[in-house]
């Protein structure tokens, strides 16, 4: 068995491996698909008629992560965060000027290392935004155990970090807009 603080971190290091061959830009629509996964969970939660089926928000006043978090609200929030990210992946290479010129053979490793950065990034949303949901639904997948311990402790340190505790609230508006801002005035 491995602590999900290790899982974790694999996945930010596999993830970032991606990133390093895929390059920065197609790395940051991926990024920019899962905010706009959390934004959609958000608003969403804020329709009377579907916050039964996503449920509400995802941390109360006092800055806490919601628990109690229904199974089928788990199962919807999970399948809209991994599907944003498909097709965040699925994107076609982008046909830009400025940004193929930038990944020529001299702007190569530019492109690597920055890949490696917003790949680490793309994995700890992914990751830690389907972590964050285990913790609400208190670790409702039964192959997933609450960490105990001296895990328990690294695992409250990242929870407290993870991108819907970050994200919650006006900051995930504020993320919204900055990504769509970034995407109409760099890659367009």
């Known amino acids: 068995m491995v602590t999900i603080t290790f899982f974790f971190w694999t996945f930010v290091v596999i993830f970032a491996i991606v990133g390093a061959m895929r390059g920065w830009a197609q790395e940051l629509l991926v990024a920019f698909s899962i905010i706009l996964g959390l934004f959609i969970i958000t608003v969403l939660g804020l329709v009377p008629v579907v916050k039964d089926m996503v449920g509400l928000g995802f941390v109360d006043a006092s800055g806490n992560a919601i628990r109690g978090l229904p199974a089928p609200a788990f199962y919807i929030r999970s399948f809209i965060i991994l599907a944003l990210t498909f097709f965040g992946y699925q994107t076609p290479r982008i046909q830009n000027k400025r940004i193929q010129a930038a990944t020529t053979r001299s702007g190569r490793l530019q492109d690597t290392l920055l890949g490696i950065i917003v790949g680490?990034?793309?994995?700890?949303?992914?990751?830690?935004?389907?972590?964050?949901?285990?913790?609400?639904?208190?670790?409702?997948?039964?192959?997933?155990?609450?960490?105990?311990g001296e895990t328990a402790e690294a695992a409250n340190r990242i929870i407290e970090l993870l991108p819907p505790m970050l994200l919650n609230g006006n900051a995930i508006y504020f993320a919204v807009a900055l990504a769509f801002a970034f995407v109409v005035i760099v890659l367009l």
């Open 120 to 148: 680490g990034v793309n994995g700890y949303l992914v990751v830690g935004t389907l972590w964050f949901f285990v913790i609400q639904a208190d670790y409702f997948p039964t192959f997933i155990n609450a960490p105990t």
